[in-house]
């Protein structure tokens, strides 16, 4: 069997060129890598490399070794961290989603809860969401989107609703409830990271002035010392960082249909019993409006 450092050598030395580079690179040296490439010649029984006075380079089999090389170790690498993460997986559930507010509400029910529970800090594309679950770096993926194959289900879990939060001297502030229609020409607030929402924003109001901000704590000042409206949805409540409007903003829920987004909770049915309780409370806590 040929020993994973031997291939590691090859591999380096086939992206750096030359001995010192390869020795510099894995932090050993020269004479360490010559007598690696040597035994894995040996092991091997061909000529890997073309050995000239000033120089060594690759020969055509030891191209193609390195090429050989180089997917055996990712393939390695994948190996060990689809173990690791089945693993982590059994012992603690991790919770991931593709828009930001289900993961506040997931926060919420971690800090109330005797089982494992870890929820990511970010969320995921919703491309990303069944590798997430079949490699294991996720127990639950809650999503705008059912997931169905024949090892992954999902659980209808409530509906995320976008609100819009204005000055209470605009007109449309006296209405119980506004329409995208109703917001056109204005500018808005609003985090840079608010997955799927922002491509219903931009097209339910083209007309509209999006003023982008990076990060929540700036977000958050310039929302204190301004009048720009911003929006937020049922869910937003569970966000201990954002403070409930108290000065002359109203909250106006948005009723277009585009407006309310179904949430799911994605897993593999062979964790269908493990997820059981968490599903439970997050349907028991999830917010009507």
């Known amino acids: 069997m040929i020993e994973p450092y031997l291939l590691e050598e090859l591999v380096a030395f086939s992206r750096t060129g030359t001995l010192a580079k390869t020795a510099q690179q894995l932090h050993v040296t020269q004479p360490t890598v010559t007598r690696g490439m040597q035994k894995l010649e ?10 000239q006075p000033n120089r060594i380079t690759l020969t055509a089999t030891g191209r193609h070794a390195a090429e050989l090389a180089t997917r055996l170790m990712a393939q390695h690498q994948a190996f060990s ?9 059994q012992r603690v559930l991790t919770i991931t989603a593709t828009l ?6 997931a926060r919420q029910i971690a800090q109330h809860t005797d089982q494992a529970l870890s929820v990511t800090t970010t969320f995921s594309p919703i491309d990303q969401a ?45 209405q119980t409830t506004v329409t995208f229609a109703e917001l056109r020409g204005m500018s808005f607030l609003v985090l840079q990271d608010i997955g799927s929402w922002r491509e219903v924003i931009q097209r339910e109001i083209p007309q509209a002035k999006f003023l982008y901000q990076t990060q929540p704590s700036a977000f958050r000042e310039i929302t204190t010392y301004s009048d720009f409206p911003y929006f937020s949805t049922n869910l937003s409540r569970f966000d201990p960082h954002v403070a409930t409007p108290t000065d002359h903003r109203v909250r106006r829920p948005i009723r277009d ?19 059981k309780p968490v599903l439970a409370a997050l349907r028991a806590h999830w917010p009507d409006d």
């Open 42 to 51: 040996d092991d091997l029984g061909v000529q890997l490399f073309d050995r």
């Open 81 to 89: 961290t689809q173990v690791q993460a089945f693993d982590h997986a």
């Open 100 to 105: 930001p507010g289900p993961l506040l509400l």
């Open 130 to 174: 069944t590798d997430l679950l079949t490699t294991h770096q996720a127990t639950l993926v809650l999503t705008q989107r059912e997931l169905q194959t024949p090892t992954l289900e999902s659980r209808y879990l409530g509906r995320e609703k976008l609100a819009v939060n204005l000055d209470q001297f605009m007109y449309q502030a006296n």
């Open 257 to 275: 249909a585009a407006a309310q987004m179904p949430i799911y909770a994605s897993y593999l049915k062979a964790d269908r019993q493990r997820v």
